[in-house]
């Protein structure tokens, strides 16, 4: 009864591992398109972050956002780090483009838009900075990533036509976490359509 109970048990676990992986990987797959070439912006949304350095959630955004990154900034590629100053006095685009340039190296075209304390309002605040990317990525965890995209498509669908997919999903990265991430996603995501959840045919 005890070996049935254990393999039950570890059953039940990679059931709720596979999960884990598989939600995020939908969501990371999820109103994006496939295009080549041309310029390309890179979004990274901000996490509320107490302190003046970027906490492990900010950190891991960072580098989501740099792998990324695909063109180079002579040939049109751009980091925009957005998020205001919601959890401290610093903002958060600031305290991610630090660690950026400071821990990550990062010397490339980088901008800030540092005024946003929502999801809705990241979106509204860097279209500006969007407007003549031929490819626009948003890094976030996948679910985050996912509302922000569908924000984008209901404030300006011409710029969401040119969404693709952002590096913020790899098999076996954060696995542990994964089923929860899931969960904080599903009731995140209720305020999205079921046209806007479900990936593209």
């Excluded at 591992?17 to 598989?22: A, N, Q, S, V």
């Excluded at 580098?63 to 990324?68: A, D, N």
């Amino acid at each position: 009864m005890c070996v049935r109970r254990r393999h039950v048990m570890v059953a039940a676990g990679v059931a709720v591992l596979g999960w884990g992986e598989w939600v995020n990987r939908r969501w990371s797959r999820t109103l994006v398109g496939d295009r080549g070439g041309g310029t390309e912006a890179v979004v990274v949304l901000g996490y509320r972050n107490p302190q003046a350095t970027a906490n492990v959630v900010n950190r891991w955004r960072v580098r989501v956002g740099l792998r990324s990154l695909t063109v180079d900034g002579a040939e049109g590629g751009r980091l925009i780090f957005s998020g205001g100053a919601v959890g401290s006095g610093v903002a958060e685009a600031r305290v991610m483009a630090a660690y950026a340039r400071s821990v990550l190296k990062f010397d490339g075209p980088l901008f800030l838009e540092d005024r946003s304390r929502t999801t809705w309002e990241n979106i509204t605040n860097v279209i500006p900075l969007l407007e003549d990317a031929d490819r626009i990525k948003i890094a976030s965890q996948p679910a985050h990533a996912l509302k922000a995209r569908a924000y984008l498509r209901r404030q300006r669908p011409d710029l969401a036509a040119r969404l693709v997919r952002a590096e913020d999903y790899r098999f076996g990265e954060w696995t542990v976490v994964k089923p929860l991430l899931g969960l904080y996603g599903l009731r995140t995501l209720r305020v999205l359509r079921t046209d806007e959840r479900e990936p593209r045919p």
